[in-house]
Structure formats: structure tokens, C-alpha cells
């Protein structure tokens, strides 16, 4: 069985500062990670996700996040914030494994989200 | 735009009434749907997956028979609150995966509430 832990359910940071949200991860098989934004009253937008190959993932809005199997991390990091990330973020973890015709992820464990606020 | 629509965005209904919320993957043939719940300032919790053309596999906890979900065809994925209760109110998402897009997309979601 697949779990994830965001440590800290709020964050909040100056505009122009470091973002860092922490994520920790179980799983029983080689895990695929995903980190989802979500703004209040809308559905979920992918900001980047981990399956094989490079480690360290680039996503969409400058963010992007470090696969660390020894530490079982996945921590998303900015290195400047706006104001119009403010939001709430979700780290998540699949556990199905590739499909017979091809990639397919499947359901996922999301982790309790993080709130960041940025203030001026 | 968006591949995956979720209809309605929100509904209100009175207690002891059925709402259905209809999923609609728009330019991919979805295989597998997930139906995902989110109660106020929690995460999201997955309720059934369903694969089309058979019956939707429930996570623990999730009554069944009051959350009727179908998958008649590879675009479209229902599902039924029904007998809908106060607690029942909260924000459904769904989504959708297919063999030929290796992704996940999410519907906008539907927010219930339930008078």
C-alpha cells in the first residue's frame, strides 16, 4: 500500500522567496509521484510529475521537485515566489504499474495538501 | 482547454433527493475513471474505479448502493448520490485515464450540497 505525508499544513512565504513544500512517500514498488495545485472550487491542474529517468523533475510555473528514493522524498520547490501561487498543493503517489499497452497511471494516494500563502 | 468535463460544477439539492454528476472525457477514449471525494479543507480520498462496459470496484468505506457510478462507454462516467444526505455534501472529482494517453486528467470537479 502506497502513503504520503506533507509536512506542514500551511506554509507561508514573502513574494520573491524560496517555496519549499515537503513531501515523504511509502510505497512497495518503484513509485510514481505527481504534485497537483489546486485553487479553491476548481479541480486539480498537474504541475509535474516523476516516473523513471531523471530525478529532478521540471514542471509547469517554475516549480519543480527532486525524486529522492534513499530519503523517500519528493520536496516541490520555486525559487521565487508570486502571488499567484498561492494555493493549495497536493502530493500524490500511484501505485499502478505500467498497463500492457503502455504507460497508464492509476489511482492515487494524495497527501493531506499544503496551503501556501504569499504575502508582499 | 479542458480533456476532461465534469457537469455540474455545482448542485444544491434538498435531503433524500438523487443528484448525478456526469464525467465526459472530450477528445480520448477513457478506459479507466476514478471517482475522487474531498470533504472541506481535507484531501482528496478515492472513492470507486470503474473501467467501462463492467462494475465499478469500491474503495472501503464507500457504500455502493448510494454511490452508483457507470461507465456505459469509453467518453462518459455517472455518478449517482442517491437518497443524498447533509454529510453526503462535498467536492466529486473525477479522472480519467486511457491506454492511448499514458496521463491522468481531472475533471473540474462538482461541488454538493446537500440541504
Known amino acids: 500500500a502506497q502513503s504520503v505525508t506533507q509536512l506542514g499544513s500551511h506554509v507561508s512565504v514573502s513574494e520573491g522567496a524560496l517555496v519549499l513544500l515537503r513531501c515523504n512517500y511509502s510505497?512497495?514498488?518503484?513509485?510514481?509521484l505527481f504534485w497537483y495545485v489546486q485553487y479553491p472550487n476548481q479541480g486539480l491542474q498537474l504541475l509535474l510529475k516523476?516516473?523513471?529517468?531523471?530525478?529532478l523533475v521540471k514542471g509547469i510555473n517554475g516549480f519543480e521537485a527532486e525524486f529522492k528514493k534513499s530519503e523517500t522524498s519528493f520536496h516541490l520547490t520555486k525559487p521565487s515566489a508570486h502571488m499567484s501561487d498561492a494555493a493549495e498543493y497536493f502530493c500524490?503517489?500511484?501505485?499502478?504499474?505500467?498497463?500492457?499497452?503502455?504507460?497508464?497511471?492509476?489511482?492515487?494516494?494524495f497527501g493531506q495538501g499544503t496551503i501556501l500563502t504569499v504575502h508582499p | 482547454g479542458a480533456v476532461v468535463s465534469q457537469h455540474p460544477s455545482w448542485v444544491i439539492c434538498k435531503s433524500g433527493t438523487s443528484v448525478k454528476i456526469e464525467c465526459r472525457s472530450l477528445d480520448f477514449q477513457a478506459t479507466t475513471m476514478f471517482w475522487y471525494r474531498q470533504f472541506p479543507k481535507q484531501s482528496l480520498m478515492l472513492m470507486a474505479t470503474?473501467?467501462?462496459?463492467?462494475?465499478?470496484?469500491?474503495e472501503q468505506g464507500v457504500e455502493k448502493d448510494k454511490f452508483l457510478i457507470n461507465h456505459a462507454s469509453l467518453t462518459l462516467s455517472t455518478l449517482t448520490v442517491t437518497s443524498a444526505h447533509p454529510e453526503d455534501s462535498s467536492f466529486y472529482i473525477c479522472?480519467?485515464?486511457?491506454?492511448?494517453?499514458?496521463?491522468?486528467?481531472f475533471g473540474e470537479g462538482s461541488r454538493l450540497t446537500v440541504l
Open positions: 470503474s473501467n467501462e462496459g463492467s462494475k465499478a470496484t469500491y
Open positions: 479522472t480519467c485515464t486511457g491506454t492511448n494517453t499514458g496521463e491522468l486528467f
Open positions: 510505497s512497495s514498488v518503484p513509485p510514481y
Open positions: 500524490a503517489v500511484s501505485d499502478t504499474p505500467r498497463n500492457a499497452g503502455g504507460t497508464s497511471y492509476g489511482k492515487l494516494t
Open positions: 516523476y516516473t523513471t529517468g531523471a530525478t
